[in-house]
């Protein structure tokens, strides 16, 4: 039977021996303390050190709110505060952004993990900014390591570097940095390209967008949609002028057939007048020869 005690379990959290963090990389208060049931929302730190964090932090949460969003039960969140261990508040951490399976979306101060059932965030996100240090942020894993992190994954936007780690047994593996490139998350089936830049695909071939991105897209789509607008209003313009062009060649047609028949009709009538005149005479010399009279010519 372990002789270990639960003071010596934490402190296999601690950092290696001489290691001092930087301000915004150490934890605010020992990873170990009195029992309190107080789950703070913030610990003081920012939740970005600079835009292109922010903005890598942004990009991602909001494709897989986008690529969950017909699902109630998974929950999407960056940099909120989540408790692993009940009764323990300063045993905490923020991810950049977390997926949770198994637990409804919503509104959260902070994820405390016995209040949602026990179950821990499956998918971990950290975005690298100059002011993270290699040591503080093998600590992080170590935590994540413990906890039940599935996938847990660093990208350094500066050198275009992408950490996959993934959980096997009760460790991480490491995948190697040349698999990382096309590498595709078994939990949320995203695909990861790198080249000048990282781009993440959803399932479905598309790429995750920051709100920026997003809005040119929308405008472009606008745009589109106008144009083509446009080239249906010149279309049915021209084909309502097509269309009167034919009715007035039609009308005209129409016309032209009616004089036709005019003509015709006169014409038959002269030709009645000319067979009246033929019977007329007709009968005139026949009367003329009845009085002994021969007509002339």
């Known amino acids: 039977m372990s002789t270990e005690t639960t003071p010596d379990r934490l402190r296999r959290l601690d950092p290696p021996h001489g290691v001092r963090f930087r301000p915004r990389d150490e934890p605010p ?38 690529l969950f969003r017909d699902d109630p039960d998974v929950f ?14 300063r045993r905490r951490l923020a991810p950049d952004a977390m997926v949770v399976f198994g637990r409804p ?41 413990k906890y039940g992190i599935e996938e847990y994954y660093v990208f350094d936007p ?13 460790a991480f593996r490491s995948i190697p940095e040349p698999e990382t490139n096309g ?6 089936g995203i695909r990861f390209e790198l080249a000048e830049d990282m781009t993440i695909f959803a399932p479905d071939g598309r790429p995750f967008l920051d709100y920026a991105e997003v809005a040119h897209q ?4 606008e745009r589109r949609s106008e144009q083509a607008e446009r080239r249906a209003g010149r279309a049915e313009r021209r084909a309502e002028a097509d269309r009167q062009k034919a009715e ?8 032209a057939e009616q004089r036709a028949e005019a003509e015709r009709q006169k014409a038959g009538q002269a030709e009645q007048r000319a067979e009246a005149e033929r019977q007329r005479a ?16």
């Open 282 to 297: 007709e009968r005139l010399a026949a009367r003329l020869r009845e009085l002994g009279i021969e007509p002339e010519g």
């Open 76 to 89: 999407v969140a960056s940099n909120l505060m989540w408790y692993p261990v009940e009764d323990r508040n």
């Open 158 to 170: 500066y050198k275009i570097k992408l950490e996959v780690w993934m959980k096997e047994g009760d």
């Open 105 to 145: 979306k919503g509104y959260r101060d902070s994820y405390v993990q016995h209040r949602e059932g026990g179950i821990a965030p499956q998918v971990v996100f950290e975005i690298l900014s100059p002011g993270n240090r290699k040591r503080a942020m093998d600590f992080k894993r170590m935590i994540y390591e």
């Open 248 to 255: 007035a060649e039609r009308q005209k047609a129409g016309q």
């Open 29 to 66: 208060e020992p990873l170990f303390g009195p029992p309190n049931t107080n789950y703070p929302a913030r610990d003081g730190r920012p939740m970005a050190d600079n835009t292109l964090q922010d903005r890598w932090i942004d990009k991602i949460k909001g494709g897989l709110e986008t």
């Open 218 to 221: 929308r405008d472009e789509s």
């Open 183 to 188: 590498w595709v998350s078994p939990r949320l």
